[in-house]
């Protein structure tokens, strides 16, 4: 499963650039048509623009899947990817193949010209990983040091690439050839066989081979020529009420169903995610609904949940079966969404076109609370919601949670070394730095050696969430930078590492901690909050100037300015409640605390006084966010 994890997270970098390729794509397809299906000047541009990418989204795939399955990836291992693919697909084109079996060009099996799919591209983009990680750090011998290391690693790709490519040569044309007889016998089927045609149509995707179906169905293979005829009208063999029931069933999952998937996975994703997962799941939707480039969204899930992928092809064999039944005809010149459907909406075969966005509410419907179950039910690494980094064993660095000492060696370490940090402070969870070049500063090997998160506010400085223990650790990295040993970095009056409770519960149940407003976390005017990279929670706009104690516990930490405090509940919740926002630079000014660090508190027990006026005139916001710390799924109901 962490393969498929590390593959599923390697397929978002080329696929977070597929959904503006396909937007420009169907605008230029929707300005030729409107321009009588003549090109100009606004629609070439726009087409070539898009399909620049799209025609390309294999390459890319290559590409991406070598960086992201590469441990420590550099340039090396996408040049590796690129390497693969080229090979391959050269050897595997139809003149290659022409050349060495004496055929013309034209002759050879009509699966080499479908040899470009996404399939071969994760496959090579595997294979330069691979090669990456095995050959990086070779060393050969003098005479041909030249090759060693990372130089070597294109070379050997080379290799394995050829290799695939025999096996390819004789394996391929059988593949795509009993998909293409499979299609056809399909066909036999009526309206079940619809809907076999649009299950199948979905799992092949992450294979690429489904275009070796389309061609059965959509153009004359076996004599449907589905889109052909659609798209001729009145005027060519097309039969109204027949023609285009292979392709009427896609519109409602491509502009309703799937973005009511991409809702789901939102829903569903981690707090601290949100706003990154929006992003790519929002532009998917978008691409989904009115181009209907599905790719962006469900290369999103297809690797990371895998079982979801197999739901949604069975949605869509369902959706194709029942639009086969009905009496609902509509085919498309580019894919099912919302451009061709306005633009197809005349067509003289077309049959009751209003029928497909009542169909499309249901879909959206149905994804959006069967996706919603089976990711909670299951616990599904849907975006948003995948491991906090897939990270091999012996890469990990973490030290042993409340040994500060070689938690604060790995932070500088990964700082770029005591010489690169100028300054150093902390605040409540979090270290603030001001660093001497911040192309030095590793987050991965932060996130290895314990941060929750690592924020760059600008310029030199960097800011590094721990948690409640932070000041120990800045004081160990204090220690360590000042070349001074282990022992001066433990807590006073520790006898032995200071750990950490259990997680917190998933629902937090708690009294407000200050009388006031409470508003959502991102309305916090503050990245590391409105982001959730502290953690999920809630904010107050305060309308009291006592802080008292949201529920029975701990009281975990002080911080000395008295602007914010941790606290550890019964049931293991760590806690933060910090008054205002970048308070800590009022030194103390108009806070005062009412309690010590280790003291038992109860709901109620004043924490902390403090000056709203104060805070004001310093040009800062009292707004109080108060966060989980310890569960990053978590999220609190106020009592």
């Not at 169903?257 to 809702?263: D, E, I, Q, S, Y």
């Not at 926002?581 to 508190?601: C, H, P, Q, R, Y």
């Amino acid at each position: 499963m962490k393969f498929f994890q590390r593959l599923g997270r390697s397929l978002m970098l080329p696929v977070a650039v597929l959904p503006v390729a396909a937007i420009l794509s169907g605008i230029g397809y929707w300005i030729k048509s409107a321009n009588g299906g003549d090109d100009n000047v606004a629609s070439a541009f726009l087409a070539a623009a898009g399909g620049a990418l799209l025609s390309n989204i294999a390459l890319l795939f290559a590409v991406g899947v070598s960086i992201g399955m590469a441990k420590k990836s550099d340039g090396t291992s996408a040049l590796a990817g690129l390497v693969s693919w080229l090979t391959v697909t050269t050897m595997l084109s139809p003149t290659t193949i022409g050349a060495l079996t004496g055929a013309a060009a034209e002759d050879v099996d009509l699966a080499f010209t479908n040899i470009q799919n996404v399939f071969v591209g994760i496959i090579c983009g595997l294979i330069g990983a691979w090669c990456y990680n095995r050959f990086r750090d070779t060393k050969l011998p003098d005479a041909l040091s030249f090759f060693s290391g990372r130089r070597s690693v294109a070379i050997v790709t080379a290799g394995a690439s050829l290799v695939l490519s025999v096996a390819l040569m004789f394996v391929w044309p059988f593949v795509y050839g009993g998909l293409v007889s499979f299609g056809e016998w399909i066909v036999t089927l009526g309206p079940v066989g619809a809907g076999l045609y649009g299950f199948f149509n979905r799992l092949l995707i992450p294979l690429g081979l489904h275009h070796a179906l389309n061609s059965v169905f959509w153009f004359d293979v076996a004599g449907i020529n589905d889109l052909n005829n659609f798209l001729q009208g009145s005027s060519g063999d097309g039969v109204y009420g027949v023609t285009g029931q292979y392709m009427t069933g896609f519109f409602p999952i491509m502009m309703f169903g799937l973005p009511g998937a991409a809702l789901a996975m939102y829903v569903t994703a981690k707090t601290t995610r949100r706003k990154v997962t929006a992003g790519i799941l929002l532009s998917g939707a978008i691409s989904s609904f009115f181009v209907g480039v599905t790719e962006p969204l469900e290369f999103a899930f297809m690797f990371l949940a895998p079982w979801l992928y197999l739901v949604h092809a069975v949605f869509m064999g369902i959706s194709l079966f029942v639009s086969a039944l009905l009496p609902v005809r509509m085919g498309f010149g580019f894919s099912g969404g919302f451009i061709d459907l306005v633009l197809s909406w005349m067509n003289p075969l077309a049959q009751n076109p209003w029928l497909i966005p009542v169909m499309g509410v249901f879909w959206f419907a149905v994804y959006f609370v069967v996706f919603r179950w089976i990711i909670r039910r299951w616990d599904l690494k849907t975006p948003g919601r995948e491991d906090d980094e897939v990270i091999d064993d012996e890469t990990t660095d973490a030290a042993p949670r409340g040994d500060f000492h070689a938690t604060a060696e790995r932070f500088v370490a990964a700082l770029g070394g005591s010489a690169n940090i100028v300054e150093l402070e902390n605040c409540a969870t979090r270290l603030r730095m001001e660093v001497a070049d911040t192309s030095k500063v590793d987050d991965k090997a932060l996130a290895r050696a314990g941060a929750a998160g690592t924020i760059r506010p600008g310029g030199t400085s960097v800011q590094v969430v721990y948690g409640l223990n932070v000041q120990f650790v800045k004081d160990a990295m204090e220690d360590v930078i000042a070349g001074r040993g282990r022992a001066a970095s433990a807590p006073a009056g520790a006898e032995a590492p200071v750990t950490v409770a259990t997680t917190a519960p998933a629902v937090v149940r708690v009294k407000a901690p200050v009388a006031g407003r409470v508003v959502p976390l991102s309305d916090v005017p503050d990245e590391m909050f409105s982001d959730g990279t502290m953690g999920p929670g809630i904010a107050i706009e305060p309308t009291d100037d006592v802080v008292t104690a949201p529920a029975d516990g701990t009281v975990e930490s002080v911080f000395p300015t008295g602007h914010a405090i941790g606290l550890r509940l019964n049931d293991g919740t760590e806690l933060l409640i910090h008054i205002g926002i970048d308070t800590v630079s009022m030194k103390g000014d108009g806070f005062e605390t009412l309690v010590a660090a280790g003291d038992v508190v109860k709901t109620g027990d004043p924490l902390v006084r403090f000056d709203r006026d104060r805070i004001a005139a310093a040009g800062h916001a009292t707004v109080t966010p108060m966060i989980v710390l310890n569960n990053p799924d978590a999220t609190i109901e106020l009592e």
